[in-house]
């Protein structure tokens, strides 16, 4: 049985990421495969450093959407109708790139495989997730208690299967359906008994302002900044995040790392 870590990459500014994120988990000693499932909108350049780190590229389509789903859930519509209020989304991403993710059901030559947005990085071994059933993911926790309600689709535990590919498609697509958070949306649809993860296992970057009680840098197994992108020149959030993009910074360029628990503590604690 084969196993294997997946992430999705549509474009230059998301293989960055997936750059820093496969350096990570390559960090942590993993015999698992490293999946990059990516569409024609990448340049084989920006693929190259990751064939260099060993990762399986695999090329994939977008999904044969209706004409409709694809307009409802274009980034003018879809941030018109459902806007972005604690953060903002970089110019280079496309809402419905998110639904290729779903893809990942296809990839039935692995047993189980744990998906990873490609604007993360692992800090520890993570390889016991693959014994998780399917569908295993953290809570969207960045903002309060009432967030555990909610699930992230930023890392989460599943097992391919075609016909499981096939009833999402089916559900997905239907008349005037429109996923507000697309994939995150879905998913939590589609499995609404979804098994929970410990927040630790997706630490999304606003917790450190937000909700700084539950920053521990030793507990944190993946950190995942949703909203800006730590490889932009600069953001909105770039000064209060500072401690989380130099880390990034430091596996995306391959650099000594900082042992974590000499990192600084959220709010500027020693
Ligand atoms: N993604 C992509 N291209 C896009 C949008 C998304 O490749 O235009 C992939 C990428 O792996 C990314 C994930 O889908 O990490 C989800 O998007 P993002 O991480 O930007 O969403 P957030 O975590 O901010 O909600
Ligand atoms: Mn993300």
């Known amino acids: 049985m084969t196993n294997a870590f997946v ?21 942590t000693g993993t ?13 084989r350049p920006s693929l190259s450093p990751l064939e260099a780190l060993g990762c399986r590229l695999v090329e994939t389509d977008h999904l044969p ?3 409709a789903f694809n307009e409802r859930h274009g980034k003018d519509r879809l941030h018109g109708s459902a806007p972005f209020t604690k953060g903002r989304k970089p110019d280079f991403h496309t809402p419905l790139d998110n ?46 208690l009432a967030d555990f309600h909610r699930l992230n689709s ?31 949306t879905f998913l939590e649809t589609f499995f609404p008994d979804w098994h929970g993860l410990p927040v630790f296992m997706n630490m999304l970057q606003y917790v450190w302002f937000n909700m700084p009680a539950l920053w521990d840098w030793q507990s944190i197994a993946v950190l995942h900044y949703q909203y800006e992108k ?3 020149k600069h953001h909105p959030k770039a000064d209060r995040l500072g ?3 130099d880390l990034w910074h430091a596996f995306y360029e391959d650099r000594d790392l900082p042992d ?11």
Not at 7 to 27: F, H, P, Q
Not at 154 to 183: C, H, I, N, Y
Not at 260 to 270: D, F, I, M, Q, Y
Request: charged share 20%.
């Open 31 to 43: 015999g698992a495969d490293i999946v990059i499932l990516h569409t024609g909108g990448v340049e």
């Open 99 to 144: 639904f290729c993710k779903l893809r990942l059901w296809q990839l039935v030559e692995y047993d189980k495989v744990v998906f990873i947005d490609a604007d993360a990085l692992v800090l520890k071994p993570i390889d016991k997730l693959f014994a998780y059933p399917e569908f295993s993911a953290a809570p969207n926790v960045y903002e309060s």
């Open 243 to 245: 401690p989380l993009i």
């Open 65 to 67: 959407l209706s004409d």
């Open 230 to 232: 730590p490889w932009e």
């Open 154 to 184: 930023g890392v989460f535990v599943a097992k391919p299967s075609a016909d499981t590919f096939a009833e999402m498609l089916a559900a997905l697509d239907q008349p005037d359906a429109f996923w507000r958070r697309t994939d995150q």
């Open 7 to 27: 992430t999705l990459v549509t474009n230059a500014d998301y293989a960055m990421g997936a750059t820093a994120l496969a350096r990570s988990i390559r960090r």
């Open 260 to 270: 974590l628990g000499s990192l600084p503590k959220p709010g500027g604690a020693a």
